[in-house]
């Protein structure tokens, strides 16, 4: 068997509560220990370019992860985990939901920093979860293409019309600058190599469970 598909004894072990605990308690850390608290945890914990091409952090491809800038930020990112990645880690299991979540994360972090240090902004501070939480909701996408999701709680769409839609936002924010302030190539890159890991690990073509009706 190849052994980039040999996959895992499903297990489902709650990871994502486990994530978000995670996330919660480093967000709170941030906020209630001290700027002083805060400011460490930024420098060390954070993805800086600057700082991995001085110093080689190379942990922050992983770290940034699980940083956030602020309530509303990581409150979007958890609730997105929450509600499409007990889904999909009761459908994947929980060492490959695992896998999924970290690999998807690094590369959308290791991509955005070649693409930074390409561009000669290596003074930005990359943090939070979207990367990976892009590439979760293509898997539930994949995985439940028939589902409907509520945008805003109002209007019905079907999971991949939706996640399609939001990668389609994401490319145009990134091509016109729009919202410059967000990491839209890291939500793309997460959604890029989650497609890839469905292709090289699952061997599933997403395009066609998206397209299934």
């Known amino acids: 068997m190849n052994i980039i598909r040999k996959p895992f004894r499903y297990r489902n072990y709650g990871v994502v509560y486990w994530l978000i605990g995670i996330n919660v308690l480093i967000f709170a850390a941030t906020q ?24 080689g952090w190379v942990w922050t491809f992983v770290t940034y992860m699980f940083m956030h800038g602020g309530v509303t ?15 999909v880690e009761r459908q994947m299991g929980s060492f490959e939901f695992l896998l999924y979540y970290l690999i998807t994360g690094i590369l959308a972090g290791i991509f955005s920093f070649v693409v930074y240090v390409l561009s000669g ?25 028939n589902s409907i999701i509520y945008l805003w709680g109002i209007l019905p769409l079907r999971a991949p019309v939706m996640v399609l839609g939001f990668t389609a936002l994401e490319l145009i924010f990134s091509i016109t600058g729009t919202r410059s302030n967000v990491a839209h190539l890291t939500h793309l890159a997460g959604f890029g190599f989650g497609w890839l890991y469905f292709l090289a690990r699952l061997g599933v073509n997403p395009w066609r469970r998206l397209s299934r009706r």
């Open 121 to 145: 902004t290596t003074l930005v501070v990359l943090l939070g979860a979207s990367g990976a939480i892009f590439a979760v909701q293509l898997a539930y996408a994949v995985f439940f293409p």
């Open 73 to 87: 930020h990581i409150l979007f990112n958890m609730f997105g985990l929450f509600i499409f990645g007990i889904q």
């Open 32 to 55: 209630f220990l001290g700027p002083q608290i805060n400011y460490l945890m930024t420098v060390y914990l954070t993805m800086i370019p600057a700082i991995i091409l001085e110093k």
